[in-house]
């Protein structure tokens, strides 16, 4: 069966006189997207140093000459480039291999963005909010709390003016007292807590204080995006262990661990992200006396906790036997008001101590009048009032979207069955590929991200994509994946076609 295409790319454009003129093939498999063969192709060359630093690709209009492909096909390969930090743009000079990240030569600036590439939104993404926004796992402005806080805002702004001053870099006693009380009612029944601005500061609090350049970290696959540009910016190598249904591949970790120093192991416990997951008693366990066996470092990123609306309450790693060095993670940024940048670690007073003097030479301390307030809103019930509403509206909306996917979805797709959060994760039969999706589903007002940025190397997840559901009414989750069925449905239809024209190729 006639089922690889072969394109001819020819070099006659090229800035380095020596490579003009190479003849480069690039092929297509039937299933396989015409832009990710362009991109893998280019790829290959920059990794096997036929192309260099500073080297510049083809232009767009050339390639598009020579292989037939459209041009908007050749700018999606580039843009795969430009993600992975192959490649930069410069104006006037087109686009140009880039020098190697950990190079001295490389601007900070260009460093930064490099390790950050695949968080920038995809291809296409305006700034206009989208009409259907599946991207973001952010909760929903129409649930913030906002006359509660304004009028606690305003109670403590006319009676507590102490509250402008410099405070504890641990955070403001009273919540501290709150927080480290919550814990022992989840089963965490020793540590001290830290307040810190958001789980994002926290993690690169526990990073900064804990890590050396080159130290292996594990952290399960698929996981979430944000860590990935954290650890590259600590210099910290990653070691990957794969999700199975209940967790993270315990096994897999254990035979990183025979092989491998780890100094580190990041984990959601809870409808982990991307794929909604929660961890298993018998692997929760298995961790806990890993960590106590071997010495490694566990933080446990318990970020959507409070969110739970099903099944039952399962105790943290960090309260179980073995847990000396487990550090827990939480935020009010999934429940509460993200721009109040409020979340926690509790931590044992070892681990503590540090973390707090990082936290000191970091920020000097996060805004006591705003821990003030998050202490007096969850003091009062409020937040447990506020927990209620939550967890039922979330609830619907992920009711309401596995309904729908069961009816817009190809034979043979799957997807997670979380029991809180707001997100799920589909994967895809064979022969389809998220990115395209991704990138189709713009121009159709639907955002979503793609497997692939939740895979360290951006390896992984082809098939896959997260789908959260915060932002979006029921009417929009239901109108947003039938849209999704249809461009599927379309590809579907394209591929046939593809294949039935190859065939007849044969007879002619």
């Known amino acids: 069966m006639l089922d690889r295409i072969l394109y001819r790319l020819y070099y006659i454009d090229m800035v380095d006189s020596e490579n003009a003129g190479n003849e480069i093939g690039v092929q297509l498999g039937q299933d396989q997207p015409a832009y990710k063969a362009v991109g893998e192709h280019f790829e290959r060359l920059i990794n096997s140093g036929r192309l260099q630093p500073g080297d510049r690709l083809p232009t767009v209009r050339l390639l598009a000459e020579r292989t037939g492909l459209n041009k908007a096909t050749i700018v999606q390969g580039f843009s795969e480039l430009r993600r992975r930090g192959l490649v930069t743009s410069r104006p006037g000079r087109g686009t140009i291999v880039a020098a190697s990240p950990s190079a001295q030569s490389v601007p900070v600036a260009d460093r930064i963005q490099s390790l950050y590439r695949h968080l920038l939104p995809e291809p296409g993404w305006g700034s206009e909010l989208p009409e259907y926004d599946f991207s973001a796992l952010w909760p929903a402005p129409s649930m913030f709390p906002l006359d509660a806080f304004r009028r606690i805002h305003e109670k403590l702004m006319r009676g507590r003016p102490e509250l402008l001053q410099y405070g504890s870099a641990q955070g403001y006693h009273p919540l501290r007292e709150y927080l480290e009380e919550r814990a022992r009612r989840i089963g965490i029944g020793s540590g001290q807590a830290v307040v810190v601005q958001g789980s994002q500061q926290g993690l690169d609090l526990i990073f900064r204080t804990f890590l050396n350049p080159g130290d292996a970290v594990a952290v399960e696959s698929p996981t979430y995006a944000g860590i990935l540009p954290e650890l590259a910016l600590h210099e910290a190598r990653v070691l990957a262990v794969p999700m199975e249904t209940d967790g993270l591949d315990v096994a897999s970790l254990q035979s990183l661990i025979r092989n491998e120093r780890i100094k ?245």
């Not at 008693?281 to 006396?289: G, I, Q, S, V």
């Not at 039952?312 to 179980?320: C, K, Q, S, Y």
């Not at 007096?376 to 937040?383: A, D, K």
């Not at 069961?406 to 022969?431: C, K, N, Q, R, Y």
Request: charge should be positive.
């Open 264 to 508: 580190l192991l990041y984990f959601m416990p809870n409808f982990q992200n991307p794929t909604g997951i929660t961890m298993s008693e018998e692997k929760r366990n298995a961790l806990a006396r890993l960590a106590a066996a071997t010495g490694t470092l566990l933080v446990e990123d318990d970020f959507e906790h409070d969110l739970r609306f099903s099944g039952r309450e399962r105790r943290p790693v960090a309260g179980r036997m073995g847990s000396a060095n487990v550090i827990y993670l939480s935020t009010f940024s999934k429940t509460l008001l993200p721009g109040l940048r409020m979340g926690w670690m509790i931590a044992p007073a070892a681990l503590a101590e540090p973390l707090v003097l990082a936290k000191q030479y970091t920020d000097i301390h996060t805004s006591v009048l705003t821990q003030a307030a998050v202490n007096e809103f969850c003091r009062s019930g409020q937040y447990d009032r506020h927990l209620v509403r939550l967890r039922r509206e979330y609830r619907k909306r992920l009711d309401g979207a596995r309904r729908t996917l069961a009816l817009h979805m190809p034979d043979g797709s799957i997807w997670t069955e979380p029991d809180g959060g707001f997100s799920l994760w589909v994967t895809l039969p064979e022969g389809y590929d998220s990115s395209v999706l991704s990138s189709e589903a713009v121009s159709r007002g639907v955002h979503l991200w793609p497997g692939s940025r939740f895979y360290p190397g951006g390896r992984g997840g082809e098939r896959s994509f997260r789908l959260s559901l915060s932002l979006a009414s029921e009417q929009e989750i239901a109108a947003g994946i039938a849209i999704l069925g249809k461009l599927l449905r379309v590809r579907r239809a394209a591929r046939r076609a593809r294949a039935n024209d190859a065939r007849n190729i044969l007879f002619l």
